[in-house]
Structures are given as C-alpha cells and as structure tokens.
C-alpha cells in the first residue's frame, strides 16, 4: 500500500536527505557540505505541489531541529520561508533551464542559511563567518544531479 501510494518511497528520499545532512564529512570537506534536506524538499515541492505540501516542510524542518541540535523551530521557520516561493512559483520553476534552476536554488538556499544565521545569532551569539555561504555554492552545482537522481527514482517507484 505505501510503495503503491507514493508514501514510501517519498520518506525514503527525506531519510537519506536528513542522513546526508549529519553524516561524517572529512574537515576540509565539511564547510561545503550541499544542503541536501533543502535540495530534496525543492525538487519534492516542485515535482508533487499536490502533495508535498507547508506541512511536510514543517515536519522535515523539526526533525532537522532535532538532528542539528538546534533551538527548536530555527530550521522549521527557515525552511518553510525557503520553501513558500518554490510551491508558489512551482510551475514557472519547473519551465526554466538547468542554468536557471541552479540560480533559483542558489536564492532560495541563500535565504534558507541566511535565517537560520540570523535566528542563531539572536538566540545564540552566533558569529558569521564567509564559509557559512559556502553551502550555496556546492547546492547550486550539485542541483542538477539531485534533479535527475529524483526524477528518475520518482519515474521508476511511479510517484505520483
């Protein structure tokens, strides 16, 4: 019923994306990790806007609270900020280029990271500092790949 439905292989994709988003990385690696949660909610949103909705984006963004150890609600609030344009302007968004994707990711990510620096710095006396844009960059380069990769896993599990 669930692999029927869609549901199964949906959550699937989520759990890697949250696992991807804690998993170990070398030092160097580190500060240019993708955002891969932020990644796989855009293309859910734009893919499915039937069905991936405001309240699987909440959802995710308290189970990231969770997993980062962040106050409770900071990456909810900034996902759901990130997100609102994508299921918004889904259609447009879906027309456009690879090119013009990747600088619609690179927007929405940058939004994303910039309030959830902003909310940490509030609560926490967070410090800026430039390697914290850097998962702009490496999310906007791997947003092709993270397209095709879903796409096809949606086509082959017929996810509708």
Known sequence: MWIKSGLLPLLASYIVALVLMVMPMPAFMEPWRPDWLSLVIIYWVMALPHRVGMGSVLVLGLVADILMGSVFGIYATALLIMAYPAI???????????????????????????IVYELEHVLNDAVFQLAYLYPVISSTVAWPWVYLILRKYRRHYLVR
Do not use: P
């Open 88 to 114: 918004r302007h889904f259609q447009r968004i879906r027309n456009y280029s690879f090119t013009q994707q990747a600088i619609v990711i690179a927007m929405l990510v940058l939004i994303k990271r910039v």
